[in-house]
């Protein structure tokens, strides 16, 4: 038979996954509520992973007209595309990590660096709408 310190243990356990699940859950529905938002006004919008340091943040990304956007419950950012120096696609970030399957899609503004991490057809996707650009390439114009 189990003792009660076992049974409160194993309790303690069981509700701390249960929060877990909870919030999981919860942040997933109000990333489908941002990207059904941004759905009405973007060009193109998928989920990504805004990638800070070692953290790794979900996040909605669209295009709305001249700007990049990128959303979640804690967070609203929009860059404005004339004012960025580089757009690529790798198949690692900028700390050498491997991302594949998928592709980091970097941008540069004013020596900073933003990057997200996209899975294979949401990569296709950006490529397509907003094509890799930057000084190596000479192709530094207004979007």
Not at 6 to 17: S, Y
Not at 58 to 69: D, E, T
Not at 88 to 93: H, I, L, N, V
Request: charged share 25%.
């Amino acid at each position: 038979m189990l003792s009660l310190g076992t049974l409160t243990v194993v309790g303690i356990v069981v509700a701390a996954a249960l929060v877990v699940l909870l919030l999981r859950f919860r942040v997933q529905d109000k990333l489908q509520a941002i990207e059904t938002k941004r759905r009405g006004e973007a060009t193109v919008v998928t989920r990504a992973h805004f990638v800070e340091g070692l953290e790794r943040m979900p996040v909605v990304i669209s295009l709305v007209g001249g700007n990049f956007c990128y959303d979640n419950a804690d967070l609203e950012a929009c860059l404005e595309l004339p004012l960025v120096d580089e757009i690529e696609y790798d198949d690692e970030t900028a700390t050498g990590h491997s991302v594949t399957p998928g592709k980091a899609l970097r941008l540069r503004s004013h020596g900073h660096a933003f990057e997200f991490i996209l899975d294979d057809a949401s990569s296709a996707k950006w490529e397509s709408a907003l094509p890799a650009r930057g000084y190596d390439t000479g192709e530094r114009q207004a979007v």
